[in-house]
């Protein structure tokens, strides 16, 4: 006979999206299941891959309910102080937004993902109503009239009254819940690393679209900055597996010595540019968070500000069901949900699309859309001070996204 276990919810992925879900449900008296390929030992203790996450200030306010925020040691948060978007060459144009302008110290702050996935599942290791089974996946998910099911890779099945897939943007779950997704392969990889350079970041984050290539600098420590380069494949790969001296004189060449000699300072890694956004993000006795829900393009660095953003809504409703004794999988609830993040995440998953299709397209009519595109966003304070505002707030959590994407779109619909 197949041993099953009985859940409110099992939670499919305990990557970011999933574990602070999990955390957010922690005083929910709800009983939690999370299934995660990578063992325990990894997940403990995750490795560097690259990712720096720009966090708005409401990701941090989400971050610190949760208790996820006080794991992070306070020497690896860096400040993202403003944001500066160049175009061109020898002739750049250039604005920038100001945190002065959303009435914040700084637009936002910086963290390694290594290190908000370490400090996401140091939080849950007290959550005695979360059982973790570890170094397992789910090979089959379904679910019907009175429960959700899992089964999992050494042959034991999971029941519970909702099932949640948290298991990334290419999410196996959604496909097998019969959930199809539009995905968007931009033909383009990106390159991220850790540089040291010789030059002052002023913790000004910098989006560069030069002819042929996107650079992209994280502020880091002093003298340190995240690198992000946007190639096609080939050549991502060429620079990768490069010697270190050759790939150090090409960056500090890309970026024109504006920074002074450049050293790589971590690893390298590389990641496909590829936006996923699926037809629903419910089903019945089914929710989709994370990247599995919207598989943001890192272009508007908004993937896991997102995830939050889903992970809260979703977690809210279902504590306030359940602490009104209604049902936690109810299809209403479910709607709800659906309507709400799809209200929050569309526009800037569409903004986005249009500007990494323009940016991404060195023809004479795309450059000068850009140029148009850039000198309207430096003419125009209010697009500039909406952009700074929707990174700064705090409140409630649809309100604080909305300037953002509304100004987006309205940089990309002119
Ligand atoms: C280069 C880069 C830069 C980025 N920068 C930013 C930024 O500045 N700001 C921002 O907000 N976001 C940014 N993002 C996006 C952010 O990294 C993602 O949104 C976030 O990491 C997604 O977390 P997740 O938990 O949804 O998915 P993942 O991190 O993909 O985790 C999914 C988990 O599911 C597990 N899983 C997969 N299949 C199964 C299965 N069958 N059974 C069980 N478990 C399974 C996986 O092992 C994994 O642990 C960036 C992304 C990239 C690539």
Redesign the pocket.
Known sequence: MVEHSEYDIII????????CFARSLADSGLRLAI????SEALLEDPAFD??????THQ?VHLLEAMGVWQHIPAAQIHALRDAKVMDGERDIQQFTIDHSEGKASQLGY?VA?HLI?RAAFAATRTQDNLTLYAG????AAETDASRAEVQLSDGRVLRASLLVA????F???RRAMGIGASMEDFGKT?L?CRMRHEGRHEHVAWEWFGRAQTLAL?PLGEHESSV?LTLPHAQIQRLVDADEAQFNAELSERFEHRLGAMQLSSTR?A?PLVGVYPQKFTGNRFAL????AV??H?VT???????LLGQDLLSQAIIDAHRRGMNISGDGLLAQYERRLWRATRPLYLATRTIIRLYTNDSPPARLARKAGLALGARISPFRRLLAAGLTQKGNSLSSTRPVTSALKALVSR
């Open positions: 499919v992925g305990a990557g970011p999206a999933g574990l299934v995660e390929p990578q690259g990712r720096e996450i720009a966090l990701s910086l993902n996935r397992l996946r789910s090979i948290a298991d990334s943007r999410s196996e779950t990106m991220v994280l992000v890694h990641y968070v994370g990247d599995a598989g943001m890192p660095a908004h993937g896991f500000n997102f995830g």
